[in-house]
């Protein structure tokens, strides 16, 4: 077992967590993740980026705009979606992950649940590992381990093709919280340790309306675990459900309600896809919490 050696230095109103292969500042409070879908059916910008220069490009702009890392994923985790094997998503993250690697000096992040693409990605220069499975698969852990990267765990019921079948809970809070805590603890017995393990109830994946807004009442909840947590709310279809918007890049000022609110919770990163807004209102919300001015 490889027992990762990262620090986590004190800033004003946060941490500084280092690793060997990166660094990402809470000082200020929560940070933006910008979404890097290099797919042609993701749900929200399913072929934007599908091309590799217009991918790179799109990074470099998300770097610019105040993104602290850059999320790539080569596979759609829409409801309904199937999935892809590992040598496609091979085939689409890795020109982009080296391309913006080489014009940007900050985090890459692999969104993918799948060892080998994982791999794959963090031998081109990713430094980080999204997985929606939460390490179900236990080379993952090994690997992150190895490695020396932090790991976001998300929770998610069922798999893409049927999470939003039929979502039951008991009690939605209680067992995403369990179930985070559980795979939290798991990850820290691969060697990974707390301060770069990310836990992320998975906002729509497997979830209904209800479900969904009891998680983000509760969020403070995950906070409260002393894992750090990451939110995905951008442009979800529950924001749709709320504010009657039909098409996801019109949910702009509905995912911005949820950001907000997430960053004032404590959550320590945003997911998102509209980074230059979201970047404004983390900005805000962060100022607002620690009355700190930028």
């Known amino acids: 077992m490889t027992i990762i050696r990262c620090q986590m230095r004190k800033g004003s109103g946060g ?60 596979e759609s985790t829409r409801p309904g979606s199937a999935s892809v094997s590992a040598d496609e998503q091979i085939k689409r993250v890795i020109p982009v992950i080296r391309g913006v690697g080489e014009k940007i000096d900050m985090p890459i992040s692999i969104d993918t649940y799948k060892v080998e693409v994982a791999k794959a990605a963090l031998e081109a220069g990713a430094s980080m590992i999204n ?30 093709a049927t999470m939003q079948m039929e979502p039951k809970y008991d009690d939605v809070v209680g067992e995403v919280l369990g179930f985070l805590v559980s795979r939290a603890k798991r990850a820290e017995q691969f060697g990974i340790a707390k301060e770069i393990i990310f836990i992320d109830p998975g906002i729509g994946f497997g979830k209904t309306l209800e479900h969904n807004l009891l998680l983000l009442r509760n969020i403070d909840k995950f906070v409260a675990t002393d894992y750090r947590v990451l939110i995905g709310t951008s442009r979800k279809s529950f924001i749709g459900q709320i504010t009657g918007k039909e098409n996801p890049a019109d949910r702009i000022f509905g995912t911005a309600a949820s ?13 998102v896809h509209d980074v230059a807004e979201m970047v404004d209102v983390v900005k805000t919300a962060n100022a607002i919490v620690n009355f700190s001015l930028v």
């Open 131 to 160: 997985d929606i499975t939460a390490l179900s698969d236990e080379r993952m852990g090994e690997l992150a381990a190895e490695q020396q990267v932090p790991v976001v765990l998300m929770h998610m019921q069922g798999t893409p």
């Open 259 to 271: 950001v907000a609110l997430c960053a004032a919770a404590g959550v320590s990163i945003v997911r």
């Open 15 to 74: 941490n500084i967590v280092e690793w060997p292969r990166g660094r990402l500042d809470f000082s200020a409070g929560c940070v933006v993740m910008g979404v890097l879908n290099v797919t042609p059916d993701s749900f929200s910008d399913g072929g934007q980026f599908f091309d590799t220069g217009r991918a790179v490009e799109g990074g470099v702009q998300m770097a610019g705009d105040g993104a602290a890392i850059i999320d790539v994923g080569g």
